[in-house]
């Protein structure tokens, strides 16, 4: 069965999920792969259900094209993950308690904790790079209307981690724009940092108190997969 990630990062996410949820997946016949982006991931889980290739789909919601989502959600079910609005790291990070969002910075390899404060100390025009620093120009900058229950940092991380452009430089030359666009390949914006990000919500019990309940019903029906039969889209065109 292969399951469609929307990009690397969920590919990565998915896999150390599986490892978890599922040990030896891979021999069990699930294949998790990278669509290549929202509309092309849509164009494909599209193509797959005409064929009927049994397949998982797991996505952002960009908003777009809510109809053929639903028309694909509708023929598969819980088969298809689709977050509620936005995309994983909008989803996921604010999850983080305040007293685990250093450890979500912390690269375990040791290479790009320091890129990875760097990246926030860019994006809030400041020198000191210290976690402590940061967090408490966060505070001071947090708006009246943000939601206190999280860390104030957790806004910074996220615009970081996606690459998000400032709004002051949306009109800006590439030359600047493009640094800010790069600060995502300093996170999870790769298999391995997909891989990081979950192995974090399962040590810092995100999973248990917050996930577990969301994926659940598109886990167990990954592996509930193994065992059905081919959708019944396949057997009438092939009779």
């Known amino acids: 069965m292969t399951l469609v990630a929307e990009g690397a990062t969920e590919v990565g996410f998915l896999r150390e999920i599986f490892d978890r949820e599922l040990p030896g997946w891979r021999d069990r016949g699930v294949h998790i792969a990278d ?17 009927g290739v049994k397949f998982a789909g797991f996505v952002d919601n960009e908003n777009r094209d809510a109809g053929r989502w639903r028309a ?22 604010p999850f983080f308690p305040a007293d685990q969002l250093q450890a979500l910075i912390t690269d375990p390899e040791g290479e790009k904790t320091g890129h990875r404060l760097r990246t926030l100390a860019d994006r809030m025009a400041t020198v000191d790079t210290s976690f402590e620093a ?32 400032p709004d002051a430089l949306r009109d800006a030359p590439a030359a600047q724009r493009n640094p800010f666009k790069g600060h995502a390949t300093a ?53």
Not at 46 to 51: F, I, K
Not at 79 to 91: A, D, I, K, R
């Open 134 to 165: 940061l967090s408490a120009l966060a505070l001071e900058r947090r708006g009246e209307n943000s939601g206190h229950q999280v860390h104030p940092l957790v806004p910074w991380i996220i615009e970081a981690a996606t690459g998000k452009v």
């Open 72 to 93: 694909v959600a509708n023929r598969v079910g819980s088969l298809l993950f689709q977050w509620n609005t936005g995309n994983m790291e909008e989803n996921v990070i």
């Open 187 to 239: 996170w999870f914006k790769s298999i391995e940092g997909g891989r990081e990000l979950a192995g974090k919500v399962y040590n810092s019990g995100v999973w248990e108190t917050q996930l577990d309940a969301l994926l659940r019903p598109f886990v167990n029906a990954v592996i509930r997969t193994q065992a059905d039969p081919v959708p019944a889209v396949a057997q009438r065109r092939n009779s």
């Open 35 to 51: 669509g290549g982006g929202n509309d092309d991931t849509l164009t494909l889980l599209e193509a797959l259900l005409v064929g």
